[in-house]
């Protein structure tokens, strides 16, 4: 069983940054592809950022230049800078990780943009 602890989300104006992190317990080994999907109200949960233990990255268009994934393998931890924030940001931003054959979801942080 792989446990995800996220942390990081809240309340920023347009403009501004967030860092979210997820780390998977420490029993995680074997962790392969890890990432980061949202999901706004009345809309289907999407990807932003997906990352491989190669760093091998995958960015969904809507954040390519505005948002940075990147992973810490010996911590098992997982973070998603976010610059230059947007209104159409604002989601609930869930951690995913593999695990073969299996892929574990976080709890969900919020993330609001709003002045």
């Known amino acids: 069983q792989v446990q995800l602890v996220e942390s990081g989300g809240g309340l920023v104006q347009p403009g501004g940054s967030l860092r979210l992190s997820c780390a998977a317990s420490?029993?995680?080994?074997?962790?392969?592809?890890m990432g980061w999907y949202r999901q706004a109200p009345g809309k289907q949960r999407e990807l932003v950022a997906r990352?491989?233990?190669?760093?091998?990255?995958t960015y969904a268009g809507s954040v390519k230049g505005r948002f940075t994934i990147s992973r810490d393998n010996a911590k098992n931890t997982v973070y998603l800078q976010m610059n230059n924030l947007k209104p159409e940001d604002t989601a609930v931003y869930y951690c995913?990780?593999?695990?073969?054959?299996?892929?574990?979801w976080g709890q969900g942080t919020q993330v609001t943009v709003s002045s």
């Open positions: 990352i491989t233990p190669g760093n091998s990255i």
């Open positions: 995913n990780v593999i695990r073969p054959p299996y892929g574990y």
């Open positions: 420490l029993s995680a080994s074997g962790i392969q592809d």
